[in-house]
């Protein structure tokens, strides 16, 4: 009596005798198989040939990505020392915030950027980033450990902007000193693309740009 094999048993049988096609190689050609990506039928030779093209596209796919992603944090990396150097090249403080802001518009093209400093005497007070700022709006930026993304939903802070109204989504920044736990100001950009700037994306290079900013905007303070 002969005893029927399971699918199982076959596929054991085959795994702990690697060279059973070896010594069969007519059945490479013999044994045919529906494809799922052909939708037609196949021998052995020829599906593995199918599963090896697809795992390269795969490998293709994802080494494009790879390349991608690293032309994308170059150019990033270049606009961030870009601003940097338009930064460290401003002579006058006084300039400092408008250098600031007027970069990120201009090299990382972000529609709607402003900042507030807040207690900062001396020839600053009056200016444009010195304008008041309400109790709310201090303790926000105090609660901040890292940037803010995501909609506009009428902050304060967003109101600072110049065309507020076509303000979709907000990332906004504390400025604080290295190793201080109070914010002595807040920077905030905007855009009316309401993807810009999203509650589930990476903040990384934002919290690179605060600190930048902090820094420069810290010597305002000294």
Known sequence: MTQELDSAAVARYLSNNAAFFEEHAELLARIRITS???????????????ILRDKIKGLELHLSNLIRVGEDNLLITQRMQDWCRALLTTRDDADLPHTLVDGLRTIFGVPHVTLRVWDLGGDHAGTWFTAPASEDARLFANGLRAPFCGKNQ???AAGWLDNASEVSSVAMMALRGAGQSDAFGLLVMGSPDETRFTSDMATDFLQKISETASAAIGRLRD
């Open 36 to 50: 799922p990506i052909a939708g037609r039928s196949l021998s052995l030779q020829e599906r593995q040939m199918e």
């Open 154 to 156: 009428e902050f304060e």
